[in-house]
C-alpha cells in the first residue's frame, strides 16, 4: 500500500501563496495518477488538480491559471503551487494516488484570511 504525506500547509492572507507537497512511501514512477482534493467546511471533497504518469494534468476550474501541479518521479513527491490565493481556497487539501485502488494522505490545513 502506498502511503502519502502531506505537507506545507498553513495560514497565509488573499492574494499570498504556499506551496502543497505530498512525499509518497514508494516508487511513484509507475502511479498511474496522482493529485489533489480539497474540503472545506460543510463540504464535499472535490477535486483541485491531478497529473497522470505521463505529465498530464487537468485542473478545478476555480483554481485554473492559479494553481499548479507537478511531480518528481526521482524524489517520489507530488507538488502543488498555490498562487493568488482566495479566502474561499480554505480547506483541508488531501494528496491521493490511483494505482491498484485509491490511496489518501492525512490531510494539511489551508487557511486563507481576507
Known amino acids: 500500500q502506498v502511503q502519502l504525506v502531506e505537507s506545507g500547509g498553513g495560514l497565509v492572507q488573499a492574494g499570498g501563496s504556499l506551496r502543497l507537497s505530498c512525499a509518497a512511501s514508494?516508487?511513484?514512477?509507475?502511479?498511474?495518477?496522482m493529485g489533489w482534493y480539497r474540503q472545506a467546511p460543510g463540504k464535499q471533497r472535490e477535486l483541485v488538480a491531478i497529473?497522470?504518469?505521463?505529465?498530464?494534468?487537468n485542473y478545478a476550474d476555480s483554481v485554473k491559471g492559479r494553481f499548479t501541479i507537478s511531480r518528481d518521479n526521482a524524489k517520489n513527491t507530488v507538488s502543488l503551487q498555490m498562487n493568488t490565493l482566495k479566502p474561499e481556497d480554505t480547506a483541508v487539501y488531501y494528496c491521493?494516488?490511483?494505482?491498484?485502488?485509491?490511496?489518501w494522505g492525512q490531510g494539511t490545513q489551508v487557511t486563507v484570511s481576507s
Open positions: 497529473i497522470t504518469n505521463h505529465g498530464t494534468t
Open positions: 514508494e516508487s511513484i514512477f509507475s502511479i498511474n495518477v
Open positions: 491521493w494516488a490511483y494505482t491498484t485502488g485509491s490511496y
